[in-house]
């Protein structure tokens, strides 16, 4: 009995030890694309790119986003966004994660034995090495299934990422762009053009295809994601839209299109309060703005308050008679 009492015990202090050597990996990613890269380099440990709901550290290059609660981990991951590297300093990169928290909690067992530590202290560094053991063997098979994160792309893990990097010639699961000179930025506007046709032709997931390469090669522009969580939120993925509206949001606070959008998804996800904080703070960027005005009168339907509503919606469509959504929300309020 013992003996399982030993083994749960060791799960245990695993489970709590777990968020540390996700930061540790992450950080062992982090520190060589800080010197090989001269752009910023964002680790995000206990999400795949979720930037809600963590806290937010900024030391120079280096961003740190953090989820507040360990039960909600789901991983890590490091990005840089920077120059293009070579093909070896690229595979660094890659393998530095798994190998920093070896060597790290290798090196604390070592100076453990040595000076003798105290019996718990040895015991936790000792499972940290068995842990990182367990991690290298793990993050070095490779694994052709991918994790889709929350920006709509698949991460691989390292072992996956480096043949991945050998065979194509670039970076898979560490994302590096070029250095934004013209000619990327051009590049990227391409796309961005594409999705904006695409949405015109009414194919909202051919225009996320294009979004999402236009984000691929200039991640720091609030109108690529706005138009790609718009069109998420058109095919009824509130969800998924609120998060790339966070993005926008998060790049630029004055984005009043991305406050109001994200506005009408939370009141589709009936988060009434937080829907009417964004579009009010929309409405106070741009007053003129018929879309706020028309979601904050969706709002008040909502909240079963109907002459307010009638007004607001009826001041949109004064404003543009044309404008989705106006009309129905007016039908459905003859009933009321």
Known sequence: MKFIY????????????????????????????????????????????DVKNCIKLRMGRLHIFIKYSPMQFTGGLCDSFSSELSIFKQVVILASGPLFVFVFSFVLTYLSIVYEWPDIPKALVMILLISSVYDLFIDFIPKKKPVV??????????????????????SISVDYSYEMGEHIIDLSKQFAQAGYDRFMQGDHLAAIKEYSKAIEINDQSSVYYNNRGYSYQLLEKYERSIFDFNRAVDLDNKCAYA?????????????????????????????????????????????????????????????????????DYLEKLECK
């Not at 015990?9 to 050597?21: H, Y």
């Open 259 to 327: 406050l109001n959008n994200r506005g009408l998804s939370l009141l589709m996800l009936d988060r009434f309060d937080e829907g009417m904080d964004d579009i009010l703070k929309s409405i106070n960027i741009d007053k003129d703005y018929v879309y706020a005005v028309r979601n904050l009168g969706i709002c008040y339907y909502k909240k079963k308050d109907y002459q307010m509503a009638r007004e607001l919606l009826n001041k949109a469509i004064e404003k543009d008679s044309s404008i989705p959504l106006v009309h």
């Open 6 to 49: 030993v083994i749960y015990i060791i799960v245990l202090i695993s489970a709590i030890l777990r968020p540390i050597t996700i930061a540790l990996h992450e950080i062992g990613h982090a520190i060589p694309a800080l010197i090989f890269t001269k752009g910023n380099v964002n680790v995000y440990i206990g999400s795949f790119r």
């Open 149 to 170: 994160n929350l920006d709509g792309r698949d991460v691989y893990n390292d072992g996956q990422a480096i043949i991945n990097l050998i065979k194509n010639k670039k």
